[in-house]
């Protein structure tokens, strides 16, 4: 890993990555907020109808998780935060 990468840099990709999926949460009438990245640890809040949503561990891990470790691969977790 690239230990020149900055924080900035971090969050910008993170950033990135939360409007690349976007839309797809908004098509469910959901979206995504990003709260914090500290560390390898990215913290986000799952709201609109995603919030309640019985699948949104599966959104979480396998749609959000992945796609931001796709655009920052130093992330290592994401957390969802009420």
């Given amino acids: 890993m690239d230990t020149n990468i900055t924080h900035e840099d971090t ?6 990555a939360l409007e690349s999926i976007r839309p ?8 995504i907020e990003l709260i914090d990245v500290k560390e390898n640890q990215v ?21 959000v998780e992945n796609t931001i470790k796709q655009h ?10 009420e």
């Fill in 11 to 16: 969050v910008t990709r993170v950033m990135e």
């Fill in 24 to 31: 797809f949460l908004n098509k469910d009438g959901g979206d």
């Fill in 43 to 63: 913290f986000v809040k799952l709201l609109g109808n995603c919030s309640g949503c019985p699948v949104n561990f599966s959104t979480l891990k396998l749609g």
């Fill in 72 to 81: 920052a691969p130093e992330i290592e977790k994401v957390v969802s935060v």
